[in-house]
């Protein structure tokens, strides 16, 4: 970590002098209305006269082999009080931030929890409310990356998540009415790459049949009739099928805790036990209108009840993944519900890219990002590489996307190609819009599968 860095009155100036697994370093302080230049071991603690008074401890953190993250934090501390014009001007009491620096394994793509505990350094009371903001530098910017408000104690945790490069990361809490210094943690994350998970491959899976066959029905045919997703025998068979395709589950389209065709989803659960097959679901509610805080944290904790402790649902890092679908407005506002009904990071939610505002500048930041456009051949995010295989909803004159076989195959190849985190398949049996890869007797092939999902055993494999 090099300097400098500056907030309000002092700057951290300097380069971390530390080899790989120590924790040894140099810095400087410097004041506006002045230098103070002290080296220093990480493992000390200097008390910093010439500064109100503040102190700035190190913590040694031994790297051990089997560590993936090591957080170093430098705590800078800047006096913003505006001074009056008296003689006599009225300075505020120094805040102290307090950032514990202990050491954890973070795969890559995971998530670092940041404790932070606002104090007054002259009686080390907690601080009473305040917002604590979590930045990231990445290609020599700050960006913000999600906030937090402390709580009766004083402590505020942030989360960095999605980690896969290592990276500094701030947390800077402004100051207040009551406490007008600002205050800034500096900590330094280190990612082990070589940790980076496999792809997960998975298609999105439509509860709806044989309803929507009949209205408002489809363009194509599937090979299996005007099937139901009630029918457990025919769950088993499309999870084999899905298997067959080279996946590792999928995505079911749930509509709310007493929607009937999302009361399906425990059948295809159970169809899956005894296979290395997982569910999600994609949270449509959020596309029908803007639910409240209150009804996301109910729907997530009814999810979490009911199915997510089952093995056969899809996790990443512990947590029970959940993809969100929103509306044509929806904003970064929608990123603050989620950040503040799923506060505890139980769930590792995966938004769909948003139109209103560049959705990665937005502050509540979700765990990873998809997008969802079957009428594109290839939809990319940094997190996912969708395909499709058309796009023909029923109803309309002529197909947004004509099918095409051979530009699937192309797709597909170039999808295994990305690396990508999400390798998602838009989608299994959507036969209102035309996008399913399922069989129908239109690409029906010699295997029985048809030809779409020939492509994907061809080059994925199987399951």
């Known amino acids: 970590m090099e300097g400098p860095y500056r907030y309000g009155q002092a700057s951290l100036t300097g380069r971390s002098t530390r080899a790989p697994g120590r924790a040894d370093g140099y810095f400087s302080l410097r004041k506006l209305s002045g230098r103070v230049k002290r080296p220093c071991r990480l493992a000390d603690t200097i008390d910093m006269r010439d500064n109100a008074g503040m102190r700035i401890p190190f913590s040694r953190l031994g790297r051990g082999a089997s560590a993936v993250l090591t957080a170093v934090a430098v705590v800078l501390v800047s006096i913003?009080?505006?001074?009056?014009?008296?003689?006599?001007a009225a300075v505020p009491a120094p805040t102290r931030l307090s950032v514990p620096t202990t050491v954890e394994n973070v795969k890559y793509g995971g998530t670092a929890g940041f404790a932070a505990r606002l104090t007054v350094a002259a009686n080390g009371a907690p601080l009473p409310g305040g917002r604590v903001y979590l930045q990231q530098w990445v290609v020599n910017s700050w960006r913000s990356a999600g906030s937090v408000v402390t709580n009766a104690d004083g402590v505020a945790t942030a989360y960095a998540t999605g980690l896969t490069t290592s990276r500094l990361w701030t947390l800077y809490w402004p100051g207040n009415a009551q406490f007008p210094a600002s205050r800034t943690a500096y900590v330094t994350v280190y990612v082990a790459a070589q940790v980076k998970p496999a792809p997960v491959r998975l298609t999105f899976y439509y509860p709806w049949f044989p309803d929507g066959l009949d209205h408002p029905g489809s363009n194509y045919h599937p090979s299996d009739g005007a099937y139901s997703t009630a029918d457990p025998a025919e769950d088993t068979k499309q999870i084999a099928e899905m298997r067959y395709a080279g996946l590792n589950g999928a995505i079911f389209s749930w509509e709310g805790q007493t929607d009937a065709f999302s009361l399906r989803l425990s059948t295809e659960i159970a169809a899956a036990h005894g296979t290395p097959f997982r569910w999600s679901v994609y949270y449509e509610p959020e596309g029908q209108g803007n639910p409240s805080v209150t009804q996301i944290q109910s729907d997530l904790n009814y999810l979490y009840a009911r199915y997510a402790s089952d093995p056969n649902w899809l996790r990443i890092n512990?947590?029970?993944?959940?993809?969100?679908?929103?509306?044509?407005?929806?904003?970064?506002?929608?990123?603050?519900?989620?950040?503040?009904?799923?506060?505890?990071?139980?769930?590792?939610?995966?938004?769909?890219?948003?139109?209103?505002?560049?959705?990665?500048?937005?502050?509540?930041?979700?765990?990873?990002?998809?997008?969802?456009?079957?009428?594109?051949?290839?939809?990319?995010?940094?997190?996912?590489?969708?395909?499709?295989?058309?796009?023909?909803?029923?109803?309309?004159?002529?197909?947004?996307?004509?099918?095409?076989?051979?530009?699937?195959?192309?797709?597909?190849?170039?999808?295994?190609?990305?690396?990508?985190?999400?390798?998602?398949?838009?989608?299994?049996?959507?036969?209102?819009?035309?996008?399913?890869?399922?069989?129908?007797?239109?690409?029906?092939?010699?295997?029985?599968?048809?030809?779409?999902?020939?492509?994907?055993?061809?080059?994925?494999?199987?399951?």
């Open 80 to 88: 913003t009080a505006a001074m009056s014009t008296s003689a006599t």
């Open 318 to 463: 512990n947590k029970p993944v959940i993809f969100v679908w929103p509306d044509a407005s929806d904003n970064c506002s929608m990123l603050a519900r989620w950040a503040a009904a799923n506060s505890d990071h139980r769930w590792y939610v995966v938004q769909k890219e948003i139109y209103t505002q560049p959705y990665r500048s937005c502050v509540n930041q979700p765990d990873a990002w998809h997008e969802y456009a079957p009428a594109n051949r290839v939809a990319v995010t940094p997190w996912s590489y969708s395909v499709s295989p058309g796009f023909w909803r029923k109803g309309e004159a002529a197909p947004q996307l004509a099918r095409s076989v051979s530009a699937f195959d192309t797709a597909v190849k170039a999808m295994k190609a990305s690396g990508a985190q999400f390798e998602l398949v838009t989608t299994w049996n959507e036969w209102i819009e035309g996008t399913a890869i399922e069989s129908a007797s239109e690409w029906a092939s010699p295997s029985g599968y048809g030809a779409y999902v020939d492509v994907l055993h061809n080059e994925l494999g199987s399951q």
